[in-house]
C-alpha cells in the first residue's frame, strides 16, 4: 500500500513510497506537505496497478530522458567517439572527427533540436532534408554520410535507453555510385607530371605512385616511419584508414632519394612558410613529406603544365587517382589477388578489384592477340589486322609492297597488284599471292618477327635474294618515284 513516513527529511521533504506493477516498494521524493506526497504515492500506485493488469503500458527507461538537452546528448557522443568510437575501439582520427561535429551541427540547426524528445517522429522531416540536398546536386556518397551520421546517433542512444527505439531505423541508403570515376594515369603521364613537379613535390607523388597512400596518410608520416634497414614505410594504426599497424614497402631508389630530403628539413621549412597565411594548420614534428592542404588544387596546376587533361573519356585525375594508378600497376605487375589486397590494405578483395583496378584497352586487345597465338592454327589465323593511324597503314603498304616485290623478282605469281598503288581489298585480294609465295617456298614461318600482315619474313627474303633484301629493309624511306622505278625495272626483267 501506498504511504509516506511520519518525519520529513533534512531538507523538509517527505518520503513516499508505493507498490510497483511487479510488487515491489518504490520510494521517492515527495513535496514539503505530507497529504500531498501522500496522494502522489496513491496516484502512483494507481498506475503501476493499471499496467499489472493491462490497461496501460509500462512506461519506457527511456520516458525520463525525453527532456534532456540535445546538446548534452551530443557532447557525450562525440566524446565517446573520441575515446573509442572508431574501429577496434580505437579513438576516431581527425578527419572523422571534424566532419561528424560538422554533420551533426546541421542537422541540429535544420531540425531544430532542442531536447531529445524532438528526434521522435523525425523520419519524414529528416527524409524531406536529404531530398533538398539530393535537388541542390549533392552525390550520392555525401547525401548517405548525411544520413548515416544522424542514423548512428539515434543507434547510440538507442543502447543507452536514452531511447526506446531508432525513429530512423526505415530510413533507405542512397545509391553511392559515382557520378564520375577516376582513371588509372599511363607511364607516360607519371613522367611528366614528376618533369614539371618541384623536388618536394615529385618526391610527394612519387610515394603516393609506388604506395598508394591516401593525403592524410601521407601527411602523417615523420622522419621515424622510413625503415631504410626493410626498405619501406612503417605505419601506424592511430592515423590509418584501417585503423592498423602496417608496413608499405618503396623502391630503394626513394629510399635514398627521402633520407636526402630528410636531410635537408625542407619539409619543415615548407611547413612553416605556409603557416604564414593558413592559421589553422597543425605543423607536424620532423615530417617525412610536405603536404599541401589543397592537395587537388596543386595537382591540378602540376597537370595543366605538364599538358595532361584533367578529365577524359576514361575518367578523371586528382590525388586520390595516384591509389587507383598504383594499384592498377601492381596487378599489372603480375600480383596475384591477394598480394594486391594486402598493398593496398582493403579489408576485402572486391574493394580492389571492383572500385580501384581499372582496365586498359589496349591491354585487352594485346591479350586477346596472345591468347588467338596460343590456341589458333597458324593456318587458320586471319591475316587482316586492322589497325589504325597513319603509321598502321604505312606498315600495311610496305608489306603489302614487299610482298610485290618478291612475286615480280620470282616471276610473278599470278597476284592482284596496281603499279604506283598498292590497294589492301581484304582477304580475296592476298589469297592468289600467298599461293604464289607458297610455290616459291616464301611462307611467313611462325617465328617472323615482321608485322603481322605480312607474308614473308626477312629471314626468308634474306635466303633468296640478298638485293631484294636490301630494298625491302629501306622500301619505308623511298620516296613513291623510287619505289615507281624499282617496280617498274623489275618488271622489264620480267
Given at each position: 500500500?501506498?504511504?509516506?513516513?511520519?518525519?520529513?527529511?533534512?531538507?523538509?521533504?517527505?518520503?513516499g513510497w508505493f507498490?510497483?506493477?511487479?510488487?515491489?516498494?518504490?520510494?521517492?521524493?515527495?513535496?514539503?506537505?505530507?497529504?500531498?506526497?501522500?496522494?502522489?504515492?496513491?496516484?502512483?500506485?494507481?498506475?503501476?496497478?493499471?499496467?499489472?493488469?493491462?490497461?496501460?503500458?509500462?512506461?519506457?527507461?527511456?520516458?525520463?530522458?525525453?527532456?534532456?538537452?540535445?546538446?548534452?546528448?551530443?557532447?557525450?557522443?562525440?566524446?565517446?567517439g573520441q575515446s573509442q568510437g572508431g574501429?577496434?575501439?580505437?579513438?576516431?582520427?581527425?578527419?572523422?572527427?571534424?566532419?561528424?561535429?560538422?554533420?551533426?551541427?546541421?542537422?541540429?540547426?535544420?531540425?531544430?533540436?532542442e531536447v531529445l524528445g524532438d528526434l521522435h517522429d523525425c523520419l519524414p522531416a529528416v527524409e524531406k532534408l536529404l531530398r533538398k540536398l539530393q535537388?541542390?546536386?549533392?552525390?550520392?556518397?555525401?547525401?548517405?554520410?548525411?544520413?548515416?551520421?544522424?542514423?548512428?546517433?539515434?543507434?547510440?542512444?538507442?543502447?543507452?535507453?536514452?531511447?526506446?527505439?531508432?525513429?530512423?531505423?526505415?530510413?533507405?541508403?542512397?545509391?553511392?555510385?559515382?557520378?564520375?570515376?577516376?582513371?588509372?594515369?599511363?607511364?607516360?603521364?607519371?613522367?611528366?607530371?614528376?618533369?614539371?613537379?618541384?623536388?618536394?613535390?615529385?618526391?610527394?607523388?612519387?610515394?603516393?605512385?609506388?604506395?598508394?597512400?591516401?593525403?592524410?596518410?601521407?601527411?602523417?608520416?615523420?622522419e621515424k616511419h622510413l625503415d631504410e634497414e626493410r626498405g619501406g614505410l612503417v605505419l601506424q594504426a592511430n592515423w590509418t584508414k584501417n585503423r592498423k599497424d602496417g608496413f608499405q614497402p618503396l623502391p630503394i631508389g626513394l629510399v635514398r632519394d627521402l633520407r636526402c630530403f630528410i636531410d635537408s628539413k625542407e619539409a619543415q621549412g615548407l611547413y612553416h612558410k605556409a603557416s604564414g597565411h593558413i592559421v589553422s594548420?597543425?605543423?607536424?614534428?620532423?615530417?617525412?613529406?610536405?603536404?599541401?592542404?589543397?592537395?587537388?588544387?596543386?595537382?591540378?596546376?602540376?597537370?595543366?603544365?605538364?599538358?595532361?587533361?584533367?578529365?577524359?573519356?576514361?575518367?578523371?585525375?586528382?590525388?586520390?587517382?595516384c591509389r587507383v594508378a598504383y594499384i592498377t600497376f601492381i596487378l599489372e605487375a603480375g600480383a596475384s589477388v591477394k598480394e594486391a589486397q594486402e598493398l593496398?590494405?582493403?579489408?576485402?578483395?572486391?574493394?580492389t578489384m571492383n572500385t580501384y583496378a581499372k582496365v586498359r584497352k589496349n591491354r585487352l586487345s594485346q591479350l586477346a592477340e596472345k591468347v588467338g597465338k596460343t590456341i589458333l592454327p597458324q593456318n587458320n589465323r586471319a591475316k587482316c589486322v586492322l589497325e589504325s593511324g597513319e603509321e598502321s597503314q604505312e606498315k600495311r603498304h610496305n608489306s603489302l609492297a614487299i610482298n610485290e616485290l618478291c612475286q615480280l623478282k620470282n616471276n610473278g605469281g599470278g597476284g592482284i597488284r596496281?603499279?604506283?598503288?598498292?590497294?589492301?581489298?581484304?582477304?580475296?585480294?592476298?589469297?592468289t599471292s600467298r599461293i604464289s609465295l607458297a610455290n616459291k617456298g616464301?611462307?611467313?614461318?611462325?617465328?617472323?618477327?615482321?608485322?603481322?600482315?605480312?607474308?614473308?619474313?626477312?629471314?626468308?627474303v634474306a635466303k633468296t635474294d640478298p638485293d631484294l633484301m636490301k630494298i625491302c629493309q629501306a622500301w619505308g624511306s623511298l620516296t613513291e618515284a623510287k619505289k615507281m622505278a624499282i617496280m617498274e625495272m623489275l618488271k622489264g626483267k620480267k
Open positions: 500500500m501506498a504511504g509516506v513516513r511520519n518525519k520529513p527529511n533534512a531538507n523538509g521533504k517527505y518520503q507498490l510497483n506493477a511487479n510488487g515491489n516498494r518504490k520510494f521517492f521524493t515527495g513535496t514539503t506537505k505530507k497529504t500531498e506526497t501522500k496522494k502522489i504515492a496513491k496516484n502512483l500506485e494507481d498506475n503501476h496497478h493499471q499496467i499489472k493488469l493491462g490497461y496501460r503500458d509500462a512506461p519506457s527507461k527511456s520516458e525520463k530522458y525525453k527532456k534532456y538537452f540535445i546538446q548534452e546528448i551530443v557532447d557525450s557522443y562525440i566524446a565517446w574501429r577496434g575501439g580505437r579513438p576516431w582520427s581527425k578527419v572523422h572527427l571534424r566532419r561528424r561535429k560538422a554533420v551533426l551541427q546541421w542537422w541540429q540547426d535544420n531540425l531544430a533540436l535537388s541542390d546536386g549533392k552525390a550520392g556518397k555525401t547525401l548517405q554520410n548525411y544520413s548515416e551520421t544522424i542514423k548512428s546517433i539515434c543507434n547510440w542512444c538507442v543502447k543507452r535507453n536514452y531511447l526506446s527505439t531508432n525513429p530512423l531505423s526505415n530510413l533507405q541508403s542512397f545509391d553511392i555510385t559515382p557520378k564520375t570515376v577516376r582513371r588509372a594515369m599511363v607511364h607516360d603521364e607519371i613522367t611528366r607530371l614528376l618533369e614539371v613537379a618541384p623536388m618536394h613535390r615529385k618526391l610527394l607523388y612519387s610515394v603516393a605512385f609506388t604506395t598508394g597512400l591516401r593525403v592524410n596518410e601521407l601527411r602523417s608520416l615523420t594548420l597543425e605543423i607536424p614534428n620532423n615530417p617525412l613529406l610536405y603536404v599541401p592542404t589543397k592537395t587537388a588544387r596543386v595537382m591540378d596546376k602540376d597537370l595543366k603544365v605538364a599538358g595532361i587533361p584533367k578529365i577524359t573519356p576514361d575518367g578523371k585525375i586528382d590525388f586520390h587517382a593496398a590494405r582493403h579489408s576485402s578483395p572486391n574493394l596496281t603499279p604506283g598503288t598498292f590497294r589492301y581489298n581484304g582477304f580475296q585480294d592476298r589469297r616464301l611462307m611467313k614461318s611462325d617465328s617472323c618477327s615482321c608485322d603481322a600482315i605480312c607474308d614473308v619474313t626477312c629471314a626468308e
